[in-house]
């Protein structure tokens, strides 16, 4: 004859603590990824002494200056601005999506998009930056067609762009196919 009483809870319990506290280690292994943004931040310092920098250079030499030099000038800073911009992407986005909620109402120019954008927005601005960036590397490029070029390195330039654009088209196909086709998330 067996016995149908109770089963002992203790191990149910321990295993049900031991659990939890896992689950515990690994929901604040997120705070893990806060010395990155960190880093990054030190990196958009660095960036910012180099865009004084070129400042700088800027308009130091644009009294002698080319108009096309200007245009030079100009599409550097945009790019050190893009990339800026990208860490910022970044920083914000990242944290607010892997780490800890940031709440606007504590910041009142907060930007809008800053709490609103999930993994596929990041990956959206992401790519759209870096099309951006590329762009300008081969914009500059030709403005340099006047003097001796690398055809070889120009056509390396136009062949990573498209990639870039490619990618990023066929990206934005997979995430909207991926909600249904509705684009509206974004």
Known sequence: MGTTGPTNPRPLKRTKR??????????????????????????????????????????QHAPLAKESDIILGVLSLIDVTLTANLILIVVFSGYE?????????????????????????????????????????????FMHLDGAYDSTKLAWLIGIHLVFVVSTLLLALSDRLSHGGNGSDH
Do not use: C
Not at 128 to 141: D, F, G, N, P, T
């Open 18 to 59: 031991f659990e939890r506290s896992f689950e515990g280690v690994l929901f604040n292994s997120r705070w893990l990824m806060a010395p990155f943004y960190l880093g990054l931040v030190v990196s958009l310092a660095v960036l910012l002494y180099k865009f004084v920098l070129l400042v700088y250079e800027f308009i």
């Open 97 to 141: 999506n892997f780490v800890s909620r940031i709440d606007p109402n504590d910041h009142p120019d907060w930007p809008a998009w800053m709490t609103k954008v999930d993994f596929a927005g990041l990956k959206q601005k992401l790519l759209a930056s870096i099309v951006a960036i590329s762009a300008i590397q081969v914009l500059k490029a």
